[in-house]
């Protein structure tokens, strides 16, 4: 009983809890903030060379290695470099450091759920709970940053970058198979927060994220049940359709994001990628074409991050950098498919199927090697833990 309250895995995950209320409980950038994202890197860091060391680890995670090691090594090299304390982009500082830190924050984490999977303190029970947990302290950051934020700005309403919290959350709904109220009321909820958010890559991301997961529930469904769910669905996109009537009558930042959207206003993104590619084919010397500038070269060269992971680690780490990462995706989908034609891995196999759209989407208009949702990196690590646990017991027999 001891043994299942104080583990890696709950620690972990107060760990998360207390991160996610930080200028809620307690305000950013002072000492308790620091402590507690440095000791949430630590154990990162310390469970994925131990992993590495201690277990056979599918080979997705070879080349995640190596890509860590890579951008660890860029990033590194610009803290040493970079003597000031911070650098600009747009209207915000950013300190040098934050490079490597939102690399650790976003891809280390899976490395702990792999563990807490392989180790057994993964049971079906508690990845149930701590994703309510979740959903719950997700719900109060979006909220506080929203009255923040609007409260700051003198608006009504804004665009709300922890709507991607929810994104995340979407994916480990594979795990309520046993729960279908709950895991029916989780995904109405995250989708409407998602559509709060004005964010329109999470709406995309979260839409995109439902076919797989309707998918794995219909598969799953008895005769009874596949005819509730006809039913739910259609109850789900009357009661989108309706929320989306409602916000288009009463929001006029929803309808002006819409209309962006029909017109294609990228919210610069264009602007910035034009300026990055016209760097990189115009300005760039040939080492820096083939190795790239450097760490957060982009916000040198566009004051911003390029928003598309492939110009933003092309001009970074140069072509070598974006071949990587294209092997990345590849060994992803990979062992993906390892999981094909076995019944017991049919929700793993799924659960790797929304990471990867949901992750892949993200590379498109977003950060995701950078900014990977927590729950996203959950459902990764769980899933590829299951995998390690199912070869490791069939190699067995």
Not at 170 to 196: E, G, H, P, R
Request: hydrophobic share 50%.
């Amino acid at each position: 009983m001891i043994r299942k309250i104080f583990n890696i895995s709950n620690f972990y995950f107060l760990l998360i809890v207390l991160m996610q209320l930080q200028d809620v409980l307690y305000k950013g950038g002072e000492l308790i903030s620091k402590a507690i994202i440095g000791l949430f890197v630590l154990v990162s860091f310390v469970m994925a060379v131990y992993v590495n060391l201690r277990y056979k680890m599918p080979r997705y995670f070879h080349v995640l290695n190596v890509l860590i090691i890579v951008l660890s090594v860029y990033g590194l090299f610009h803290v040493l470099s970079t003597p000031t304390d911070y650098v600009w982009a747009t209207d915000n500082q950013t300190g040098s450091y934050t490079y490597l830190l939102n690399i650790y924050l976003s891809l280390l984490p899976i490395y702990v759920f792999y563990f807490s999977t392989v180790h057994e303190e993964m049971p079906l029970g508690k990845i149930q709970f701590w994703g309510v947990v979740l959903l719950a302290v997700s719900v109060v950051q979006f909220y506080y940053f929203f009255l923040d934020s609007t409260d700051i700005k003198g608006v009504d309403e804004i665009t709300n970058n922890f709507g991607y919290l929810f994104v995340g959350i979407i994916t480990l709904l594979i795990f309520y198979q046993n729960k279908t109220i709950i895991q029916y009321a989780m995904l109405a909820c995250c989708m409407i927060m998602v559509v709060f958010s004005m964010k329109r890559g999470a709406i995309l991301v979260a839409t995109s994220c439902l076919v797989p997961l309707v998918l794995l529930i219909w598969r799953q469904s008895n005769q009874i049940k596949r005819i509730f769910l006809t039913l739910l669905i259609l109850l789900f996109m009357a009661g989108g359709i309706y929320l989306i009537q409602y916000m288009l009558q009463t929001s006029e930042y929803f309808l002006t994001r819409i209309q962006d959207t029909l017109e294609g206003n990228s919210s610069l993104r264009s602007e910035i990628y034009s300026k990055l590619w016209e760097h990189f084919t115009e300005d760039a010397s040939l080492l820096e074409q083939y190795f790239g500038g450097g760490a957060n070269q982009t916000l040198y060269i566009a004051q911003n991050y390029a928003h598309n992971d492939w110009l933003e680690i092309l001009i970074n780490q140069g072509l070598c950098g974006v071949v990587l990462y294209a092997v990345y995706w590849w060994q992803f989908w990979k062992t993906r498919n390892a999981c094909k034609g076995i019944d017991e891995l049919l929700v793993t196999k799924s659960g790797m199927t929304i990471c990867f759209l949901a992750s892949g989407l993200m590379t498109l208009f977003s950060m995701s090697y950078a900014n990977l949702p927590i729950g996203l990196s959950m459902t990764l690590g769980i899933c590829m833990g299951q995998l390690t646990n199912y070869q490791a017991e069939h190699e067995t027999t």
